[in-house]
């Protein structure tokens, strides 16, 4: 009965590493979001899809490209990675990108970078 | 700017007593609020919301909060803490002007003694 998953929990990887994380939500929602929360819990949102279409591209590097294969998901690829990337990455999702909205976030996936 | 701020870094209460974690906010037109918690290790979980309507907005596990229009403020409040309340909490704004997105403040951890 999980609304919004996130694979996997934990990524360890080395700097240069090409890496994925998957969000799944069972909600029926339209809009999907990825959020990165650094050390010290300072949360941030990455991006935001609707119906398969980014709506919102914060000042992301390019090396992170999200890819939304229907709307119940919404993949974060990672490029290149960096010692800066370690965080956790945490997936939402909201009925619509209406105000009143409130968001549904996943478990989190925390990514270190070594 | 569009920001939400929480001045405390930590509040501490005895159980049984009341809490108030605080936030106060700075938008342009209506602001659309929100309180999460986050638990450790897991995901944010919505509280509560203010949208529209009466200034004192009740949400999930006894919390409430209270808009103030003329304080630009939006305390989150529980009559009696319980050691189980322990947690993250963060305050969030909807943004609409230029881009539509959630903004978090920093966090105020909640540290509740038996």
């Known amino acids: 009965d999980t609304a919004v998953s996130q694979t996997p929990k934990y990524l360890v990887t080395q700097m240069g590493n090409d890496k994925s994380i998957k969000c799944e939500q069972n909600?029926?929602?339209?809009?999907m979001y990825w959020y990165k929360q650094d050390s010290k819990k300072f949360l941030k949102i990455m991006f935001s899809?609707?119906?398969?279409?980014?709506?919102i591209n914060e000042t992301v590097p390019n090396r992170f490209s999200p890819k939304s294969p229907d709307k119940a998901h919404l993949n974060l690829h990672i490029n290149s990675l960096e010692l800066g990337d370690s965080a956790v990455y945490f997936c939402?999702?909201?009925?619509?990108?209406?105000?009143?909205?409130?968001?549904?976030f996943g478990p989190g996936t925390r990514l270190t970078v070594l | 700017a569009q920001s939400v701020a929480q001045p405390e870094d930590q509040v501490n209460v005895a159980e049984g007593n009341p809490l108030t974690v605080k936030c106060t906010y700075s938008?342009?037109?209506?602001?659309?609020l929100f309180w999460y918690v986050q638990y450790p290790n897991r995901g944010l979980q919505f509280l509560l919301k203010?949208?529209?309507?009466?200034?004192l907005v009740k949400g999930s596990y006894g919390f409430e909060a209270e808009f103030n229009k003329s304080q630009t403020s939006f305390h989150l409040k529980k009559p009696s803490a319980l050691v189980s309340d322990s947690a993250l909490y963060f305050c969030?704004?909807?943004?609409?002007?230029?881009?539509?997105?959630?903004?978090f403040g920093t966090g105020t951890r909640l540290q509740v003694f038996p």
């Open positions: 939402a999702s909201s009925q619509d990108s209406r105000v009143h909205n409130e968001q549904f």
């Open positions: 909600l029926g929602h339209d809009t």
């Open positions: 899809y609707n119906n398969k279409e980014l709506i």
């Open positions: 938008v342009s037109g209506n602001p659309y």
């Open positions: 203010y949208i529209t309507g009466d200034n």
């Open positions: 969030a704004v909807r943004v609409l002007y230029n881009t539509d997105k959630l903004i």
